[in-house]
Each structure stands twice: as C-alpha cells, then as structure tokens.
C-alpha cells in the first residue's frame, strides 16, 4: 500500500492550493446553471493533469523543457491569457436572480479557459514533474501503475468534488453577493499569479 498512499500524499500537496486552475473550476460550478454545465472545464482540467502526471512519470516533459525557447514562449502565452481570464472573472456577474442577464461560459469558451490554466503555466509543469516525476523513480513494475493511477484518481476527484462544491455554495449564497466578492478575490490571485509569471518572463529574458 506504501505506492497508493504516497501518490495520494502527493497528489493532495500539489491540488490542494487554492491556485488559478482551482479558482476557476470552483467558480465555474458556482456561476453555470447546472453542475453539468460546467462540465467541460473539469472534464478538460482533469484530463489535463492526467496527461501531465503521464508524462511527469515517462519523464517527457523533462526533454520539452529543455528548450528555452519554448519555456519562453509558454510563459508568454500563459501571461496573456490568465490576464484575460482575470478581466473576464473579475466583470462576470454572479446574481442567481440575474441569469437573463449573465452569460455563463460556453463549454468551448470553458476548455480553452480550463487548458489555459492547466498547460500554460511552467512553474505548475515544473512543479509536477519535479515532485510526482522525481518521486516516481523510486518504484517500478505493479507498484509505480498503482503510484500513477492514484495521482490521476486524486485529480478527477478533486476537480469535480471542487465544482461541486461551488455549486452548493451558489445555492446557499441566494443574494449572490458571496459569489461576486469571491469572483473579485479569484480575479486577483489569477493577476498575481500572472505578474508572478510575468516577473519570470523578465528573468528569463534578461539572465
């Protein structure tokens, strides 16, 4: 059992942190209509980090971001687009009795969101591949499987327990008011965190 228990250690200290991917699935379950609505951001997050524990483990994204360039250009993107995704949070409505006038993402508008969080942030990669790719190494055969289904089982269930979550609380929140203050606070971690990338995409350029 030492495999299974390790993985969903791990799994847990990577998810857990209230970071952007989690802010907008929490918030896509709190502002869609029904919980399954919103689900081609979680589907789309959760397919995401399976595809990023896979190749954590395989160890091919350690040769992809070898390349400076491309760790660059990724930063550059994920920049842009979390400063959009925070300008479009931060003026999103959140009043329950207020849908004629809401207009709730689109499931294509929800992939790309959910894929811009999830792929286009490096440090997000990197910590992945250093902490579930590192800590795979020591295991092999049936025990780094069940190592590597536990890390993916972790992530579906976290995704969608988290829309979940947002949904109760749209039910509970029937002014609405939580949800705007909590749009405004998701908003600006998803700008902090794209200063904090911006800032390493100076550093890069610069060093």
Not at 47 to 54: E, F, K, S, Y
Not at 166 to 176: A, E, H, I, N
Request: aromatic content about 10%; glycine content about 8%; some cysteine.
């Amino acid at each position: 059992m030492g495999p299974f228990f390790h993985g969903l250690l791990l799994a847990l200290g990577l998810i857990l942190p209230l970071g952007v991917q989690n802010v907008f699935i929490f918030n896509q379950g709190a502002i869609q209509p029904t919980i399954k609505k919103a689900l081609p951001a979680t589907i789309t997050a959760a397919i995401c980090d399976t595809a990023l524990i896979l190749l954590a483990i395989f160890g091919v994204s350690l040769i992809v971001m070898q390349y400076d360039w491309l760790r660059l250009a990724l930063l550059i993107i994920g920049v842009v687009f979390l400063l959009f995704m925070g300008f479009q949070i931060w003026s999103s409505g959140a009043n329950p009795q207020a849908d004629a006038h809401s207009k709730p993402m689109s499931a294509k508008k929800q992939m790309v969101f959910a894929l811009s969080v999830s792929l286009l942030n490096p440090h997000a990669i990197l910590d992945t591949i250093g902490v579930i790719g590192s800590s795979s190494l020591v295991y092999s055969g049936t025990d780094k499987v069940i190592f590597t289904i536990t890390c993916i089982t972790v992530s579906w269930c976290w995704f969608h327990g988290l829309c979940l979550a947002g949904r109760v609380l749209k039910k509970v929140d029937t002014s609405g008011k939580f949800l705007r203050m909590l749009n405004k606070i998701s908003a600006i971690i998803i700008w902090i965190t794209a200063l904090y990338m911006m800032s390493s995409t100076f550093e890069s350029i610069f060093s």
